[in-house]
């Protein structure tokens, strides 16, 4: 089994940074995948970035695209979530997901979840 933990959530205002963290356990060393999705009150969960723990792919969502960057440290089993000029729609709680296969899978769908992060950006 693997257990994700989120870290690193908080308020800023618009235009501002915030850096999320997760850290992986268990059964580490088969993730394959590791990534962010997001969910804001009343609206359907949205898949943020993922990234492949071997190799160099890496998807964003076209919405985060030029504004986040997902990078990892795999000596640490962590993944990182720098996201830089927030907007208030980007206001929501971030889960950490993983997965042990990369193939044909959205991060939405990724099996180990976190507790989430609540990321709040006022305007």
């Known amino acids: 089994q693997v257990q994700v933990v989120e870290s690193g959530g908080g308020s800023v205002q618009s235009g501002g940074s915030l850096r999320l963290s997760c850290a992986a356990s268990g059964d580490t060393a088969s993730i394959k995948c590791m990534g962010w999705f997001r969910q804001a009150p009343g609206k359907q969960r949205e898949g943020v970035a993922n990234?492949?723990?071997?190799?160099?792919?890496?998807l964003y969502a076209d919405s985060v695209k030029d504004r986040f960057i997902i990078s990892r440290d795999t000596a640490k089993n962590t993944v990182y979530l720098q996201m830089n000029s927030l907007k208030p729609e980007d206001s929501a709680k971030y889960y950490c997901?993983?997965?042990?296969?990369?193939?044909?899978?959205?991060?939405?769908?990724?099996?180990?979840r976190g507790q989430g992060t609540q990321v709040t950006v006022s305007a």
């Open positions: 997901a993983a997965d042990q296969i990369c193939w044909n899978r959205r991060v939405v769908t990724f099996p180990f």
């Open positions: 990234i492949h723990m071997a190799g160099d792919t890496i």
